[in-house]
Structure formats: structure tokens, C-alpha cells
């Protein structure tokens, strides 16, 4: 024969507290504005220079004394028989021309400024 179970009342022991952690994630956009402006500085440095050239010129004085005694005879304004300089009349030495060297102004020679 069964009898059945017995059941005795029941026996109730402190609550367990169980927390449970949840995360979330929220994104709020905070804006921050920048402006770059890049300003380009060009120096003109203008420099000036002044050339200076250079010229030299001779400047060349004869002139003819006559040292002759007057008791010498007959003579002329130069040395030798009468004439203009020295030995037969004629404009100076040598062949009619300019004067010595080449002819016209050179690099150091020419007209006085």
C-alpha cells in the first residue's frame, strides 16, 4: 500500500541579489572648426649697382727755344737752315699724318673731356 509523500512546508532562505551590468554607448558629435590661411611673403630685393669705366688721356706740350747766338749768322725758328723745325721745311717728322702711333683715339687716349 503507498501511502503517498509527505510534504513539509516549505523552507525559505534569504533572497540572492544578482546585478546584472549593461553597457551601452551613446556618440555625441562635438564640432570644432578650424581655418588654415597661408599667406605667401615675396621679397623683391631690388639692388642697384653703378658701373664706372675709366678713361686716361695724355696731354703732350713741345716746345722749341732757340738757344742759338744771334752772332751765329742766318737761322731760322728751328735748328739747321731756315725753317719751320728741324733739317728741310716740311710739318714735323717723317710722312704727313695724324702722329705716331696708330691712327685715331686708342682705349687711354683721345680728346680731353
Known sequence: MYLGTNVT???IHPTTNIVNHTFS???VPHIHPVHTTTV???MYQHKHFCPQSASCCEDVCNQ?????SPCAGPMGP???PVGPGFGAPGPGFGAPGPGFGMPGPTPFMGPRP
Not at 722749341?64 to 742759338?68: D, F, K
Open 9 to 11: 512546508p516549505p523552507v
Open 25 to 27: 554607448s551613446t556618440v
Open 40 to 42: 605667401n611673403h615675396h
Open 64 to 68: 722749341h727755344i732757340n738757344c742759338c
Open 78 to 80: 728751328g735748328f739747321g
